[in-house]
């Protein structure tokens, strides 16, 4: 397909299969001949296999056109084309998310690329320059000449107003790349340069990745993070395009949850489902199948965990719950702690709507019961963006079902009338990001709804309700309570007459539409807090002594006896 983008054509090619789910965008920087024209493009894409790859996998493909050849083009240019091309791609399946008009979903966290000979050398170029636009990118023949824009502060393209003291470097940002070329020494200054920006030491490993070998160095936080470096003779065959696309674009993701993202390790479609971690059950509501992920503490027998709490983890928009399932780290919490079975449901179509959707949360519980004896006064209900409107609406409409809910950067959303009329308590810990357009200022009907329901008498005045305390990074979220990243909290904290946290509302510092693991961790702690005894509309105080950590320790420690 030839799409034409600020006077420059680009070859592209939009996969039958693309439709539901979020899309990659892969682009590929070909040698200067092959991307001097739409025709030599369009073949180039072919042979080299990357045009059947986009089509397996739902992807959108993108090959700039470049007559004047790579060496005259700026190291932002595909970020510049996906700004502008991201919105355009409209679906050939007949198949698209609801709200987006017909268009693809090309997600900023899904974004790859791979160059060859003068192409590779422009894209670690845009390596140096633009760290944080790729989740991965393999250079193939080249390698960059220019590092210079290491010193320049990053592009912190995914949070336009950063906080002031938010001053990254391009050359501090870890990134995923796969160096191929002849001879070792040609990528020496490669290896050096993004081996400091990921903090990576040592003589690397060797492995291998299908038939070719590499030495790997990674970043000592053992995340995503890696430089690897192959020798050998290399070309645009589609054997080697298969490798890089299975072996390094579907095993990492940059998580849209920070001004330049992180880069997180990430199991494919297949290789999720045909993991052990989560298990696969379903059941019917309204006439459709519902399918859920289970995961139950690890080093714990489905037995051994008969009596546990439930929580719910519900999908945004566009985001199957396989992709979601250990994104917000809910299941390592629950690995750590041993204390809830966790619950990963899939919406038709990867979308929530309360009318079809709400009542197959009842359903899942009667089959967790019956398979794991859960505790049925202690099931949570939490969800981010188009899940978190879920959390608020089924948790509102359904409230004998739920202890807790944690809405998460959810955009508005009404709540049963019936709810406020009816007496139901209903503790609810809110997040939302500083820097999300989607959910800045939609919290303050649901708090107010909140504070009224929970019996908390906040006073309200030109700034909003006054809260009875501040946490934050210094007074709660701290290292030995756990937190890595608790800087970024503060929550204002509503106590009902008893001084118990009933409300809690916590706006993340420079957070996009998004989530990290640390918000898992204090939502449990303020929702592990509370019980609905006989699904009733009260809900009392479950004693706590200790911290989460210890206490959720030594009930793991009890159940492995």
């Known amino acids: 397909m030839r799409i034409a983008w600020e006077g420059r054509e680009l070859y592209c090619h939009i996969s039958t299969k693309a439709g539901f789910d979020p899309v990659k965008t892969l682009y590929v920087c070909a040698p200067g001949a092959d991307a001097a024209s739409y025709e030599a493009a369009a073949r180039f894409a072919q042979a080299s296999g990357w045009r059947e790859i986009a089509e397996q996998d739902g992807a959108v493909l993108v090959l700039p056109i470049v007559p004047h050849g790579w060496r005259a083009e700026d190291a932002g240019l595909l970020m510049e084309i996906y700004r502008g091309t991201r919105g355009s791609f409209p679906t050939q399946s007949g198949k698209s998310l609801y709200g987006r008009g017909g268009y693809l979903w090309c997600w900023e966290t899904l974004i790859y690329a791979v160059g060859y000979e003068d192409g590779a050398s422009f894209l670690g170029d845009a390596s140096a320059a633009c760290p944080s636009f790729f989740a991965a990118a393999a250079l193939v023949g080249g390698v960059p000449q220019d590092y210079t824009p290491g010193e320049r502060p990053s592009s912190h393209w995914l949070v336009e107003n950063v906080s002031a003291d938010y001053k990254t470097l391009n050359r ?18 490669a290896v050096r340069y993004f081996n400091r920006s990921n903090g990576a030491q040592g003589p690397g490993c060797e492995e291998m990745f299908d038939d070719i070998s590499a030495t790997v160095y990674r970043a000592p936080d053992g995340g995503a993070a890696q430089v690897r470096i192959s020798t050998g003779t290399f070309g645009p065959e589609p054997a080697l395009a298969r490798t890089v696309f299975s072996q390094l674009f579907e095993r990492v993701i940059r998580w849209k949850n920070g001004p330049d993202g992180k880069l997180t390790p990430f199991m494919s479609r297949a290789d999720f489902y045909a993991s052990p971690r989560f298990a696969l059950d379903s059941v019917v509501y309204g006439g459709r199948s519902y399918g859920f992920f289970v995961h139950v503490p690890e080093g714990l027998t489905a037995e051994q965990a008969r009596g546990l709490p439930l929580v719910f983890s519900v999908h945004g928009r566009g985001e199957p719950a396989w992709m979601f399932a250990e994104k917000n780290g809910w299941d390592r919490l629950a690995d750590e702690t041993g204390a809830f079975l966790l619950a990963v449901p899939d919406s038709p179509e990867n979308i929530w709507f309360l009318e079809r959707d709400g009542g197959v ?10 398979r794991y004896g859960i505790d049925r006064e202690r099931v949570y209900l939490t969800g981010f963006s188009n899940g978190g409107m879920m959390t608020r609406e089924a948790g509102t409409r359904y409230p004998q079902l739920f202890a807790a809910l944690s809405p998460w950067n959810a955009p508005p959303a009404e709540t049963w009338p019936g709810f406020a009329e009816g007496g139901w308590q209903m503790p609810c810990f809110i997040y939302l990001g500083d820097n999300d357009p989607v959910a800045r200022g939609t919290e303050e009907p649901l708090l107010e709804q909140m504070l009224r329901a929970n019996c908390c008498a906040a006073v309200r005045t030109a700034g909003g309700f006054v809260p009875d305390a501040i946490y934050n990074g210094e007074n709660h979220y701290t290292a030995a309570r756990g937190y890595t990243e608790g800087e970024r909290f503060g929550t204002a904290v509503y106590r009902d007459a008893q001084g118990v946290p009933r409300v809690c509302v916590t706006v ?15 939502a449990w702690e303020f929702m592990r807090r509370y019980r609905r005894p006989g699904n009733g509309k009260a809900v009392e105080t479950v004693p706590h002594t200790e911290s989460t950590e210890t206490e959720c320790a030594k009930q793991k420690e009890e159940r492995l006896k």
Do not use: T, Y
């Not at 501090?172 to 200054?189: F, G, H, I, K, T």
């Not at 949360?361 to 019956?370: C, E, G, Q, W, Y």
């Open 361 to 370: 949360f009842a359903r899942m519980i009667d089959r967790l019961h019956s």
């Open 172 to 189: 501090e940002l870890p990134v995923c790349l796969w160096l191929m070329v002849r001879e070792r020494q040609e990528a020496d200054a």
């Open 508 to 522: 993340m510092k420079n957070m996009p539409h998004g989530a990290i693991h640390d918000e898992s961790r204090a």
